[in-house]
């Protein structure tokens, strides 16, 4: 196991079981050294892209668990109005350092309880690896928070991996069945699913793309 996931795990292994309470001390205590966060490559998700790149309209994105704010630099300067979020405080000062020159509102939030006015309110709402880095007794609770802050016609973009063979995993990530992701948007409408390998993937990795639509 390499010296990153190392670090990650002893980290998390830390705290009590199901707290989310490690993301923050692991982004605090990387010290502004993006080598520490096993999830970041300074590229936004290249399906959030293949999908965004397809939208003609613009709206409000909310960029759920931001981490150090690629996708939502990505938004931002595709002309979306962003809105990115992540219960990591120091997760959150880091992506405004990096990009402070986007005109990105930052905030520090938790997916199991927004505020309240932002439900119907995006245009977009895009979450890249948050549900599968959760354990299940949370992730059952935080997955139907996201389709309710839809506007009409809004899109939910959920980026993981997928469990396909429902197996066991020893997490974090535990990637997720497809019964649970259909779970995601079941009062929406799934308008595309995809899964596929990325060419650097070790071949037992299998990623998945799942978009739902709000009715008007
Ligand atoms: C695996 S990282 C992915 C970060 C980013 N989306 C990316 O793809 O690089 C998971 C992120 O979700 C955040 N997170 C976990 N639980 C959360 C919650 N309940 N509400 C908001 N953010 C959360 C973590 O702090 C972390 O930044």
Redesign the pocket.
């Known amino acids: 196991m390499d010296e990153v996931r190392q670090n990650t795990l002893r980290i998390k292994d830390g705290v009590k079981a199901d707290s ?1 309470d490690w ?2 001390e692991l ?1 605090a205590s990387a010290n502004g050294d993006e080598y520490w966060i096993p ?2 490559n300074g590229e936004p ?1 290249h399906f959030l892209t293949e999908w965004v790149s397809k939208i003609k309209s613009r709206g409000r994105a909310l ?6 704010g ?2 939502a630099a990505y938004l931002s300067r595709k002309g979306w109005n962003v809105t990115a ?4 405080p120091s ?1 959150v000062q880091w992506a405004k350092k990096i990009y402070s020159s986007e005109n990105i509102n930052w905030q520090v ?4 309880s927004l505020p309240e006015e932002w439900i119907g309110l995006f245009d977009l709402v895009v979450e ?3 549900l ?3 354990p299940e007794s ?1 992730r059952i609770h ?1 997955a139907p928070k996201m389709a309710p802050l839809l506007a009409p016609s809004g899109q939910l973009v959920c980026i993981g991996r997928l469990n396909e063979k429902e197996e066991e995993y020893e997490g ?2 535990w990637p997720l069945s497809r019964n649970f992701i259909d779970s995601i948007g079941v009062d929406i409408k799934n308008v595309d699913f995809i899964k596929k390998q990325l060419p650097n993937d070790d071949p037992d990795v299998i990623r998945y793309r799942s978009v739902w639509e709000r009715e008007t």
């Open positions: 989310l993301f923050e982004y999830w970041s998700h960029v759920v668990g931001c981490g150090l690629e996708d979020f992540d219960i990591s997760a939030a938790d997916l199991l890249v690896h948050i599968q880095a959760i949370i935080a974090p990530p």
